[in-house]
């Protein structure tokens, strides 16, 4: 399994419209993408412009059809200017040994 994780900072006066967009890619990439296992949105408690997604993909490669994917293009468009700062991170999920 793949797994991605994304850190954002949206702007302040962003921050709530961008919460919107993020819980629908989330929707999106679930009900869309038959690979994509797991779309996780969180927010800070904190502080109400810092969003956490954890996603689960079955291999790289169907992470790489997500990007190209129409929904994440309209969202990437559509949210570019909402935020400060994205950090993407990428792992490879560790199986327990049966």
């Known amino acids: 399994m793949f797994v991605v994780t994304v850190a954002w900072k949206a702007k302040q006066d962003?921050?709530?419209?961008?919460?919107?967009?993020l819980?629908?890619?989330?929707?999106?990439?679930?009900?869309?993408?038959?690979?994509?296992?797991?779309f996780d949105v969180s927010k800070d408690p904190k502080d109400?412009?810092?969003?956490?997604?954890?996603?689960?993909?079955?291999?790289?490669?169907?992470?790489?059809?997500?990007?190209k994917s129409a929904h994440f293009l309209k969202f990437a468009e559509n949210?570019?200017?909402?935020?400060?700062?994205?950090?993407?991170?990428t792992f490879h999920r560790i199986e327990p040994d049966k």
């Open 23 to 38: 819980i629908l890619q989330a929707e999106n990439s679930l009900a869309l993408e038959p690979n994509c296992l797991q």
């Open 48 to 67: 109400e412009t810092r969003f956490f997604l954890y996603e689960i993909y079955r291999d790289p490669t169907d992470f790489e059809l997500h990007l």
């Open 14 to 21: 962003q921050a709530e419209a961008f919460r919107d967009c």
């Open 79 to 89: 949210t570019a200017k909402m935020v400060d700062d994205k950090t993407v991170e």
